[in-house]
């Protein structure tokens, strides 16, 4: 179908629903003079948003905060779209055997037959346009024979992004007409939505991520990550290592193959942990659904994380001031934190320190006079972030999404085990990574992430020096001028020779020192 066609297709639904809607709405025993009532009192109006706040009194003023809202904090609207589109998939009807099968040849570019030795063509999951199919491999790929196939339906991506076209061509229009949807950025934020929608459906992207975090986690005995298997992902198809499991939240099935739940409630809390704040690339909208439990002879009682195409990632800045933040709010530092504040950009240049520092204590301390099982790292760390909010200040949307992803898993580990010490947990992880942050550990990080800048800078360095002599020499007038410049040659060259045998020193030391520990 024609894009255009197609665009004014759905806007004709659109329309035509939202007629019915109103006809709905209207009284029973005189629907056409409330409409035509409706009709006239917004046209008599002079500004639409207000007309709309008279006529709909509850739903204007509601829905114009909304808007505002999400124009100011995006990262709510990314949230809110994927609890959406996951409370639906249960709605979504699988394709049938024969056309799963059809799907899944053409994704892949040739029969079934010539790569698996068995296919399950009933989904053994379904969701929203995707599927996903059990199968076992005519020959083994890194040792694995069985497989599962993620499937996205062709069909149903197009018309998602017909609809995306339609909803970015009505922001366009209503840009050009509404100086309110210019306010509100419209045609960002369809965009936006389009971008994030896509995302979700990228399986290239899925398998990249998947892949990245098997690495971070490799030979991690607390979680099992999928392997993925490259030479079968295609746009449509993502492949990878079948792992037989249970959802984190089936506490009879856990019981039932004798897995520990106090453990593993310490190592979702642990693993969401690291996965944020050491690593920097995290889930970005995890739930329960997406926490699963192995119950594999090998892996049994190992974490699983699932669906891995919405990802988020924190930059090094913001992961160091998460890490060294969250420490100082633990051990009640709240000047310290203050300062952070501040020195990060989170609020006016003009803020006081002490007034951020007295807000952050009023917030905080309630959380340290409750009782140890009843306190909650997820919610310290809401007020870690958002205290800024009363100065006009605001931290990255990234932050704000991985303090809410470490919310969710600490409520799925106190579903697990209402004992579990969530507070003491998080703590001592963020302690640790603060602790690498700055020990020789941190210290060779940060070397090898300026390695890069200064092997552009070092091949310069004869050359400035050389520039810096021809500007003294040129100042230089007279000759005790002149020999006060080549003292101070001197000087500089026995000050770098010293420097460049203490490096030298220094670095033998680490090096040895790095080689026994890892003995």
Partial sequence: MPPLFRRL???FHALRYG?????????????????????GRLHAAGRGGQSLNRVLPALGPLA?????????????????????????????????????????????????????????????????????????LVAPVNGHYEVAIKLVRADQLQQIGDELALLRWV?????????????????????????????????RAEAANLSQTGHHFDGDARIV???????????????????????????????????????LAAHIVEVVTEQAFEHGFFHATLDARRVRVSIGPDTLGRLVLA????????????REFFVHGATALFDQDYARLAEMHRDAGHVPHDTRAEVLEAELRTRAEA?????????????????????????????????????RSFQQAEMLARALHPGVDTWNITRGVLADIARRDIDHRGWIKRIARELPHLAHMLPRMPQLAVRYLQQEHDRARTPQQNARLVAEIGREYRRTRVLLWACAVCGGALGAGTVLLMW
């Fill in 225 to 263: 990550v999928p392997d993925v298997i490259w030479d079968l992902c295609t746009t449509y198809t993502l492949t990878m290592q079948r792992v037989s499991t249970l959802p984190a939240s089936d506490l009879a099935g856990l019981h039932a193959h004798h897995i520990k739940l106090a453990p």
């Fill in 307 to 318: 669906e891995f195409s919405i990802m988020s990632s924190l930059s090094t800045d913001e």
């Fill in 64 to 136: 114009g905060r909304f808007a505002q809202t999400l124009a100011e904090r995006p990262e709510l609207a990314s949230g809110t779209l994927h609890d959406a589109i996951d409370a639906i998939d249960h709605m979504e009807a699988p394709l049938p055997p024969h056309e799963s099968e059809q799907a899944l040849a053409r994704a892949f570019g040739r029969p079934l037959a010539t790569l698996f030795s068995a296919v399950d063509l009933v989904p053994v999951r379904g969701g929203f346009a995707e599927q996903t199919h059990l199968a076992r």
């Fill in 367 to 403: 959380h340290f006079a409750a009782e140890p099982e009843d306190r909650s790292a997820g919610s310290l760390f809401h007020h870690l972030l958002h205290a800024v909010q009363p100065f006009e200040g605001a931290v990255p949307a990234r932050l704000a999404t991985a303090q």
């Fill in 171 to 203: 922001a366009r229009w209503l840009e050009n007409l509404s100086g309110t949807a210019r306010r509100l950025h419209l045609r960002a934020q369809a965009q936006s939505f389009t971008d994030d929608i896509l995302r979700r459906f990228d399986l």
């Fill in 9 to 11: 297709l759905l806007l």
């Fill in 19 to 39: 007629a019915r809607l109103l006809w709905l709405a209207a009284p029973a025993d005189h629907k056409l003079h409330w409409i035509i009532g409706l009709a």
